[in-house]
């Protein structure tokens, strides 16, 4: 089993739809999580960190699930311009400074 | 300001030059980081500094080598690489560690 599993699409979506992504962990004592998005030859992108609480910032909500390791986002009224890989991370135990990356799911927004 | 920079954006170099990639930040983060990236997939990470000293080498070969001038400066020196090194290297910095990495625009290199 992957450490950080995702769902590699691609999600081709109408804009304005919400569609929401999981990401599966399997190390139980992780306590860092976060969302990137990455854009075609250009850097990640911090998103969102992810907080047992949950988190949102506009139109992306980030939820944390203890109980079943996985983390979710979702992204409501969709914009052609959320069109990019979004990467699934968490932190690496013991060694804090390493984290460990899921492999992306991609998103395409039609118009 | 989470800005991190790195020069140079374009690198083309043949497998005997020596080359030097270089990145900056000016957030006062403690931690900064070298990944190689290649198409399609996750970033890898090669190696880790924390507070100028290098915490983590991702047993990387040793035609890679990484250097911590100071706080802010990272840089990672080439030498005899080989077509298959080839990729995206980005640099990243974070607070402490377990923090949010924020990553520079990287530097794509190509070796003929």
């Known amino acids: 089993r992957k450490e950080v599993e995702q769902d590699p699409g691609p999600f081709n979506v109408p804009e304005g739809a919400t569609v929401a992504f999981n990401c599966t962990y399997s190390?139980?004592?992780?306590?860092?999580f976060f969302w990137y998005r990455q854009d075609c030859r250009k850097e990640p992108k911090l998103l969102m960190s992810v907080y047992s609480s949950g988190n949102e910032d506009g139109r992306f909500t980030a939820q944390l699930n203890r109980a079943s390791q996985y983390i979710s986002l979702l992204i409501r009224d969709s914009k052609l311009s959320d069109s990019a890989t979004y990467l699934c991370v968490v932190n690496s135990v013991p060694s804090n400074y390493q984290l460990i990356w899921g492999a992306g799911t991609k998103l395409i927004i039609k118009p | 300001d989470t800005e991190v920079t790195q020069t140079p954006k374009h690198l083309v170099m043949g497998m005997t030059n020596k080359k030097s990639l270089k990145c900056e930040q000016h957030m006062g983060h403690r931690a900064m980081y070298w990944y190689k990236q290649k198409a399609k997939k996750p970033p890898e990470l090669m190696f880790v500094y924390s507070y100028e000293k290098l915490s983590i080498n991702e047993s990387v070969p040793s035609r890679f080598s990484p250097e911590c001038p100071n706080s802010s400066l990272l840089n990672l020196h080439l030498h005899a690489l080989q077509p298959e090194d080839s990729a995206l290297y980005l640099c990243?910095?974070?607070?402490?560690?377990?923090?949010?990495?924020?990553f520079g625009p990287g530097t794509r290199l190509t070796v003929t």
């Open positions: 990243a910095s974070s607070q402490e560690r377990a923090d949010e990495q924020y």
């Open positions: 190390n139980s004592a992780s306590q860092s």
